[in-house]
């Protein structure tokens, strides 16, 4: 038994080029954490998720490498989140889209698979071995759905 037999073979996408605001209401929308980018011949990229977005809207001196530790004088309103969202959203997803998140193959071992999923908290984009072409999606939506023998689970 493999990934191939958990992920969702039809996965929500964006382009490099989508906009942050795409990304958002794709994550808003389905409750997603995550959602894969990929290139026109649909080659992974990386990852968009829900965290990243949060990276958009919080004080740069939060988000710095070296950032503060202690941001408790900052005392932001929800008019300057909303200031900072307005700056961000029309940002391409490729300037805040991790690059560097776990993939499985579809011939994964299941376990290896669950494992990787438990460890990295996030779901796992599926990509091809020989072209890097997304295939699809193990989340913990469709694992739980698979175990409990019901369908319509959801991306991530």
Known sequence: MT???L?????????????????AEIILTHHFRNVPVVDDAGRYLGVISSNR???AILPKAATMDEG???LSFVKDTLDDLRERWHEAES???SELMDTDVRTVTPDTSLTETLLDLYRNRTSLPVVEEETGRLVGIVSHWGVGMAVLGRSGGQQA
């Open 53 to 55: 977005l949060l990276k």
């Open 3 to 5: 990934a191939r037999l």
């Open 91 to 93: 940002l391409p997803v």
């Open 68 to 70: 503060m530790a202690d």
């Open 7 to 23: 992920m969702n073979d039809r996965p929500v996408t964006l382009r490099r080029t989508d906009r942050l605001r795409d990304a």
